[in-house]
């Protein structure tokens, strides 16, 4: 069993930076890849980002893409979600997940356990 909690949400300007973190229990944090997903109100959840179980191999959604950078720390057993230039359009509730898949995957099915999601809002 895995709990995730995320944290670092909040109110950013357009232009803004903010940094997700997700913070997991257990001693098996680094079995699991993990990802980040959103959901936007009245909108499917959407795949965001992911990492490797090392930490050496990453993914992004193309809309996030060199303005998003995911990393994790093992013995911490934490991920981070560094988000740069936002746009109103990354506001979102953001979720973490984990995944026990031993490629990275997009697939919101494929990860066995969620936190319950920090709330992202970008003004204009």
């Known amino acids: 069993q895995v709990q995730l909690v995320e944290s670092g949400g909040g109110l950013v300007q357009a232009g803004g930076s903010l940094r997700l973190s997700c913070a997991a229990s257990?001693?098996?944090?680094?079995?699991?890849?993990m990802g980040w997903f959103r959901q936007a109100p009245g909108k499917e959840r959407e795949f965001v980002a992911a990492i490797s179980r090392r930490g050496n191999s990453g993914y992004y959604a193309d809309s996030v893409k060199g303005r998003f950078t995911l990393s994790r720390n093992n013995p911490k057993t934490t991920v981070y979600l560094q988000m740069n230039s936002l746009k109103p359009e990354d506001t979102a509730v953001y979720y973490c997940a984990a995944s026990r898949e031993v490629t990275l995957t997009v697939v919101a099915d494929l990860y066995d356990y969620w936190g319950q999601g920090t709330q992202v809002t970008v003004s204009s």
């Open positions: 257990g001693r098996t944090f680094s079995s699991y890849a």
